[in-house]
């Protein structure tokens, strides 16, 4: 995926020059040494007219007289007109008389006539008269010296041009520094020919080459205003063969599309081709004659890469006929030699060429290359697209189902979704086969990431066929799936439950969908009792169909179901699993991913860590490319407990743009980006994203994000001093946690009720449910908060020794965040007491916020230190560099519009700033001046105004 903002859709920028130091520095020394010719060749759009300007910028060119012609492509070339375009840029000539013969010049410049001698008498040989001409042009060269004379796209220059070449690089003048640019498809230039006979020696000749792989990731990174993903450059650089020319007309159009900037490589699939890029294309294959053309219509159907008998057998033309009419589109530059074949010289050229073919004949092609593909025994995959292109579908379901079959034997399940989605949309395929491709694309769906398109097809099957038992068990298995992949968790949930109802006499698929039901984290309105009686009817099920991967499966969610309740005995089962040689390399990645979210849901950071490094490993080493969101996902909640937070919000923001079509995924991701926000800041925006979580959770059923949604709002309400409004959300929180029955999920959500009430009865009776539903139980997290809702309850000496018990559990746990809360608590209490203690506390908390930048809660510490008198240490006392606590003019006047009540948005329309910058300026002015809200910064902000 593409990484950070989207850039602004707009012209790409010329940016640094990429992958041309070498020629660059090569021309440099050309031009130094004067009388010197200098020929910058390659293909059109490699860049011959951006090296030049980079060229002009650089000493000695920087420090000479610069005239510049254009060669034109016209059918008529005028003879020397890019020359005369150049001396019409000299203007008045100073310094003495003029060689005579310059005169000769006068009548082909009369814009400059006035400062040139008169024109000597006619000659009666026209001969004679051109060379006088050359003469006059060399002489008028020297005397505008010291010069640097650039002629572009010599390939288009007339014959009276390339002589006047031939006879000035045998005549150069000694302060003439010559630049050419030229393309080199059309083949060998005859000026080439010319320089290489001058007496001053050959021309210099920088030839410049296609970027690579990483020069093509740097140039899209400079046009995009950030790096783009890896898979993102690979499949531009496929598409655009490295032409710096293509690659920006790629990006300009990718940039002008309308909608969101997704950075997924598909994106670039589905661009129109650029008109200028398509125009060149164009030009080049209208160019070839009628029997090349039409050869080169059928290689850009059969591939990128030609086959030369493929091509024979498809068009009935001769080996002679084909070899001749790929030589000639090498010649214009559609085709060039790779590892002895010809193929396109990039994707889109291919694709400019397969539009250009008229549809009728475009099917007539398809269908000769399926045909001839077919007689060879090619792929199922090929056949399949040759045969949907030339619309015979019936040949095309048998071919795309067998690709499937082969797809799914490899693992790789988006594939075959592929396959099945492009058979079930072709026309007239009977019931039978149009239920089993459902059935197979409902297995391949989920994996494959494909329900979006998938779920409408399997859901018309459902409601309108008439199946059997058993198959409509299966499909509403699948359905529920895909339901589940697609964010829907109560209505996949309650589908795979009919299912089960239809597999009673399936006990392979029945053991499956009654593990899926075991799964405690996904939905509401189902008691844990009830998930783990659903695994225990997965293991007889499990033993009733002797199939060893159903076993595995339900013994992979009892693991997992345990794990999320906290129960110790999960950990002996997790390592039977991975201790054994039962689990294929897609099972155990899968399993270690899903067992590490339970881990850190309980809080054992050290059990997530260890097996998401297996989960990734295992994942890498398989490319096993369909739990790539799953693993951006825990890795970032990993490296969020753990207070690896440097660039996390970047990522998590990412992560939320990249995967957002997978609606299991976007609930998370935008959880955990409101978590960074509420301690970084802004609040504001924090509240939102809890907000957006909690309404959709509520509406899909999906309980954990719920729970976790509800109780990180009630803990920002605290922050900002809503105690009824984080009350509010604690409870509704504990009410789910009730119903669910999992109090490992409750402890933070029990302890924000507990700091919004004290020591109500309410408080005090659902602190007692904490402790007994945490009885027995191996949670860290729900300990830590438990021991500091008991603080609040306990008597005045007792708090102190909780307080710190919880610091000792979270530490230990090694969840960073919580460890900075919970030594934060502990210092307040011992200064509130007067201990001394107290103040190496709140500096503990402060430098471990301080370590994750968390920039609230620093704020919310130092005033606290302020109140009680404790040193603040540096840098969070003041001081330089960077302003120290003092506000900078810009973040004054956004800090007094937000304590009035502005909105960011407010204040960024007002003061012309982008809303980021209002933000940063708040959360800096928050920080700076200790307060923990924006309603808190009026007071401060009269004190920071007053002199020192």
Same mark, same amino acid.
């Given at each position: 995926?593409?990484?950070?903002?989207?850039?602004?859709?707009?012209?790409?920028?010329?940016?640094?020059?990429?992958?041309?130091?070498?020629?660059?520095?090569?021309?440099?020394?050309?031009?130094?040494?004067?009388?010197?010719?200098?020929?910058?060749?390659?293909?059109?759009?490699?860049?011959?007219?951006?090296?030049?300007?980079?060229?002009?910028?650089?000493?000695?060119?920087?420090?000479?007289?610069?005239?510049?012609?254009?060669?034109?492509?016209?059918?008529?070339?005028?003879?020397?007109?890019?020359?005369?375009?150049?001396?019409?840029?000299?203007?008045?000539?100073?310094?003495?008389?003029?060689?005579?013969?310059?005169?000769?010049?006068?009548?082909?410049?009369?814009?400059?006539?006035?400062?040139?001698?008169?024109?000597?008498?006619?000659?009666?040989?026209?001969?004679?008269?051109?060379?006088?001409?050359?003469?006059?042009?060399?002489?008028?060269?020297?005397?505008?010296?010291?010069?640097?004379?650039?002629?572009?796209?010599?390939?288009?220059?007339?014959?009276?041009?390339?002589?006047?070449?031939?006879?000035?690089?045998?005549?150069?003048?000694?302060?003439?520094?010559?630049?050419?640019?030229?393309?080199?498809?059309?083949?060998?230039?005859?000026?080439?020919?010319?320089?290489?006979?001058?007496?001053?020696?050959?021309?210099?000749?920088?030839?410049?080459?296609?970027?690579?792989?990483?020069?093509?990731?740097?140039?899209?990174?400079?046009?995009?205003?950030?790096?783009?993903?890896?898979?993102?450059?690979?499949?531009?650089?496929?598409?655009?063969?490295?032409?710096?020319?293509?690659?920006?007309?790629?990006?300009?159009?990718?940039?002008?599309?309308?909608?969101?900037?997704?950075?997924?490589?598909?994106?670039?699939?589905?661009?129109?081709?650029?008109?200028?890029?398509?125009?060149?294309?164009?030009?080049?294959?209208?160019?070839?004659?009628?029997?090349?053309?039409?050869?080169?219509?059928?290689?850009?159907?059969?591939?990128?890469?030609?086959?030369?008998?493929?091509?024979?057998?498809?068009?009935?033309?001769?080996?002679?006929?084909?070899?001749?009419?790929?030589?000639?589109?090498?010649?214009?530059?559609?085709?060039?030699?790779?590892?002895?074949?010809?193929?396109?010289?990039?994707?889109?050229?291919?694709?400019?060429?397969?539009?250009?073919?008229?549809?009728?004949?475009?099917?007539?092609?398809?269908?000769?290359?399926?045909?001839?593909?077919?007689?060879?025994?090619?792929?199922?995959?090929?056949?399949?697209?040759?045969?949907?292109?030339?619309?015979?579908?019936?040949?095309?379901?048998?071919?795309?189902?067998?690709?499937?079959?082969?797809?799914?034997?490899?693992?790789?399940?988006?594939?075959?979704?592929?396959?099945?989605?492009?058979?079930?949309?072709?026309?007239?395929?009977?019931?039978?086969?149009?239920?089993?491709?459902?059935?197979?694309?409902?297995?391949?769906?989920?994996?494959?990431?494909?329900?979006?398109?998938?779920?409408?097809?399997?859901?018309?099957?459902?409601?309108?066929?008439?199946?059997?038992?058993?198959?409509?068990?299966?499909?509403?298995?699948?359905?529920?799936?895909?339901?589940?992949?697609?964010?829907?968790?109560?209505?996949?949930?309650?589908?795979?439950?009919?299912?089960?109802?239809?597999?009673?006499?399936?006990?392979?698929?029945?053991?499956?969908?009654?593990?899926?039901?075991?799964?405690?984290?996904?939905?509401?309105?189902?008691?844990?009792?009830?998930?783990?009686?659903?695994?225990?009817?997965?293991?007889?099920?499990?033993?009733?169909?002797?199939?060893?991967?159903?076993?595995?499966?339900?013994?992979?969610?009892?693991?997992?179901?345990?794990?999320?309740?906290?129960?110790?005995?999960?950990?002996?089962?997790?390592?039977?699993?991975?201790?054994?040689?039962?689990?294929?390399?897609?099972?155990?990645?899968?399993?270690?991913?899903?067992?590490?979210?339970?881990?850190?849901?309980?809080?054992?950071?050290?059990?997530?860590?260890?097996?998401?490094?297996?989960?990734?490993?295992?994942?890498?080493?398989?490319?096993?490319?369909?739990?790539?969101?799953?693993?951006?996902?825990?890795?970032?909640?990993?490296?969020?407990?753990?207070?690896?937070?440097?660039?996390?919000?970047?990522?998590?923001?990412?992560?939320?743009?990249?995967?957002?079509?997978?609606?299991?995924?976007?609930?998370?991701?935008?959880?955990?980006?409101?978590?960074?926000?509420?301690?970084?800041?802004?609040?504001?925006?924090?509240?939102?994203?809890?907000?957006?979580?909690?309404?959709?959770?509520?509406?899909?059923?999906?309980?954990?994000?719920?729970?976790?949604?509800?109780?990180?709002?009630?803990?920002?309400?605290?922050?900002?001093?809503?105690?009824?409004?984080?009350?509010?959300?604690?409870?509704?929180?504990?009410?789910?946690?009730?119903?669910?029955?999992?109090?490992?999920?409750?402890?933070?959500?029990?302890?924000?009720?507990?700091?919004?009430?004290?020591?109500?009865?309410?408080?005090?009776?659902?602190?007692?449910?904490?402790?007994? !539903?945490? $009885?027995?139980?191996? &949670?860290? @997290?729900?300990? /830590? *908060? =438990?021991? +500091?809702?008991?603080? #609040?309850?306990?008597?005045?000496?007792?708090?102190?020794?909780?307080?710190?018990?919880?610091?000792?559990?979270?530490?230990?746990?090694?969840?960073?965040?919580?460890?900075?809360?919970?030594?934060?608590?502990?210092?307040?209490?011992?200064?509130?007491?007067?201990?001394?203690?107290? !103040?190496? $506390?709140?500096?503990? &908390?402060? @430098?471990?916020? /301080? *370590? =994750?930048? +968390?920039?609230?809660? #620093?704020?919310?510490?130092?005033?606290?230190?302020?109140?009680?008198?404790?040193?603040?240490?540096?840098?969070?006392?003041?001081?330089?560099?960077?302003?120290?606590?003092?506000?900078?003019?810009?973040?004054?006047?956004?800090?007094?519009?937000?304590?009035?009540?502005?909105?960011?948005?407010?204040?960024?329309?007002?003061?012309?700033?982008?809303?980021?910058?209002?933000?940063?300026?708040?959360?800096?002015?928050?920080?700076?001046?200790?307060?923990?809200?924006?309603?808190?910064?009026?007071?401060?902000?009269?004190?920071?105004?007053?002199?020192?």
């Amino acid at each position: 995926m593409i990484s950070g903002a989207p850039a602004t859709r707009a012209d790409p920028p010329a940016g640094a020059l990429i992958g041309r130091a070498a020629e660059l520095a090569l021309a440099q020394a050309a031009i130094t040494a004067t009388p010197s010719v200098l020929l910058i060749e390659g293909e059109a759009g490699i860049g011959k007219s951006r090296l030049v300007r980079e060229l002009l910028a650089l000493p000695p060119a920087a420090e000479r007289r610069v005239l510049v012609g254009q060669c034109e492509q016209l059918q008529e070339p005028l003879p020397l007109s890019a020359l005369l375009d150049a001396f019409r840029q000299a203007g008045p000539l100073t310094g003495g008389a003029l060689n005579p013969v310059i005169g000769a010049l006068a009548p082909l410049l009369p814009e400059v006539a006035a400062y040139l001698p008169p024109p000597p008498p006619p000659l009666s040989d026209p001969g004679a008269d051109r060379h006088r001409v050359f003469r006059a042009a060399v002489a008028l060269l020297d005397r505008v010296g010291p010069l640097l004379l650039v002629l572009e796209d010599v390939h288009w220059a007339d014959p009276v041009t390339l002589d006047f070449l031939a006879f000035l690089a045998a005549h150069l003048p000694p302060e003439l520094a010559l630049i050419i640019t030229a393309r080199t498809e059309t083949g060998r230039l005859p000026i080439r020919e010319a320089l290489a006979r001058a007496p001053s020696g050959a021309a210099r000749v920088v030839g410049l080459r296609p970027l690579d792989r990483v020069e093509v990731a740097q140039l899209a990174g400079g046009i995009l205003a950030t790096p783009p993903a890896p898979a993102f450059a690979e499949r531009l650089y496929e598409k655009t063969g490295g032409i710096p020319f293509v690659v920006e007309e790629v990006l300009r159009t990718y940039l002008e599309e309308p909608g969101e900037l997704s950075g997924r490589p598909e994106a670039l699939d589905d661009l129109a081709v650029p008109t200028v890029l398509r125009d060149v294309v164009l030009q080049r294959l209208f160019s070839l004659g009628n029997d090349a053309r039409e050869i080169l219509d059928a290689a850009a159907v059969t591939g990128l890469v030609t086959d030369d008998a493929l091509l024979a057998e498809v068009t009935g033309r001769d080996s002679a006929g084909i070899a001749n009419a790929l030589a000639r589109a090498q010649e214009v530059g559609l085709l060039q030699e790779d590892n002895r074949h010809s193929r396109f010289r990039h994707a889109l050229a291919r694709q400019v060429v397969y539009e250009s073919v008229p549809a009728a004949r475009r099917r007539w092609l398809h269908l000769r290359t399926g045909r001839a593909l077919e007689a060879r025994h090619a792929s199922p995959a090929r056949l399949a697209h040759h045969y949907l292109q030339a619309g015979h579908h019936a040949e095309m379901v048998v071919h795309a189902e067998a690709a499937a079959e082969t797809a799914l034997a490899h693992g790789n399940d988006a594939t075959a979704a592929r396959f099945l989605l492009t058979a079930l949309g072709a026309d007239g395929v009977a019931q039978e086969l149009r239920v089993r491709l459902a059935v197979k694309l409902g297995r391949a769906a989920v994996d494959g990431l494909a329900h979006a398109e998938a779920l409408p097809i399997v859901d018309r099957l459902l409601a309108t066929e008439r199946l059997p038992v058993a198959v409509r068990g299966e499909l509403r298995f699948a359905h529920g799936r895909l339901l589940r992949q697609s964010g829907d968790a109560r209505a996949g949930h309650l589908e795979i439950e009919r299912a089960v109802e239809d597999l009673a006499d399936e006990p392979a698929l029945l053991g499956r969908a009654l593990a899926v039901l075991a799964a405690p984290e996904t939905v509401t309105g189902r008691h844990v009792h009830e998930h783990l009686a659903r695994c225990d009817e997965a293991a007889v099920a499990a033993r009733r169909s002797g199939d060893r991967g159903v076993d595995v499966a339900v013994r992979i969610t009892r693991a997992g179901l345990l794990m999320e309740l906290g129960r110790p005995d999960g950990w002996p089962l997790v390592d039977e699993l991975l201790g054994g040689d039962g689990l294929s390399a897609r099972e155990r990645a899968r399993a270690c991913l899903n067992w590490a979210q339970g881990a850190l849901h309980a809080g054992r950071l050290d059990h997530a860590e260890a097996l998401l490094a297996e989960g990734r490993r295992v994942a890498d080493h398989a490319e096993y490319l369909r739990v790539a969101v799953v693993l951006d996902l825990v890795t970032a909640a990993v490296d969020h407990a753990a207070g690896r937070w440097d660039g996390l919000l970047d990522r998590v923001r990412l992560i939320g743009g990249t995967h957002a079509a997978f609606g299991a995924a976007a609930l998370d991701s935008r959880l955990l980006r409101g978590s960074l926000l509420a301690a970084i800041g802004p609040a504001e925006e924090a509240a939102e994203c809890f907000g957006e979580v909690i309404a959709v959770a509520e509406r899909v059923g999906a309980v954990w994000p719920l729970i976790s949604a509800r109780t990180a709002m009630a803990r920002l309400l605290l922050t900002l001093d809503d105690a009824g409004g984080a009350a509010e959300h604690a409870r509704a929180a504990i009410t789910q946690v009730r119903a669910k029955g999992n109090w490992v999920w409750g402890g933070e959500a029990v302890l924000c009720l507990a700091e919004a009430l004290g020591r109500a009865a309410e408080v005090a009776a659902v602190v007692d449910e904490l402790a007994a !539903g945490l $009885d027995q139980t191996d &949670a860290p @997290r729900a300990r /830590g *908060a =438990l021991l +500091a809702a008991q603080a #609040i309850l306990a008597p005045d000496g007792e708090t102190g020794r909780l307080l710190d018990e919880a610091r000792v559990v979270t530490a230990g746990a090694g969840l960073s965040y919580e460890e900075a809360q919970a030594a934060e608590r502990l210092g307040l209490l011992r200064c509130g007491h007067g201990d001394p203690r107290g !103040g190496a $506390d709140l500096e503990a &908390a402060l @430098r471990r916020y /301080g *370590a =994750l930048h +968390a920039t609230r809660d #620093i704020a919310r510490v130092c005033r606290a230190m302020r109140l009680h008198n404790v040193p603040i240490p540096y840098p969070w006392r003041g001081g330089r560099p960077a302003l120290g606590q003092t506000l900078s003019a810009q973040e004054h006047r956004v800090a007094a519009l937000a304590a009035a009540g502005r909105t960011n948005q407010e204040i960024a329309t007002e003061l012309f700033l982008s809303r980021r910058t209002v933000e940063s300026h708040v959360s800096s002015a928050l920080r700076k001046l200790g307060c923990s809200s924006r309603k808190d910064l009026a007071g401060p902000l009269l004190d920071d105004s007053k002199p020192a």
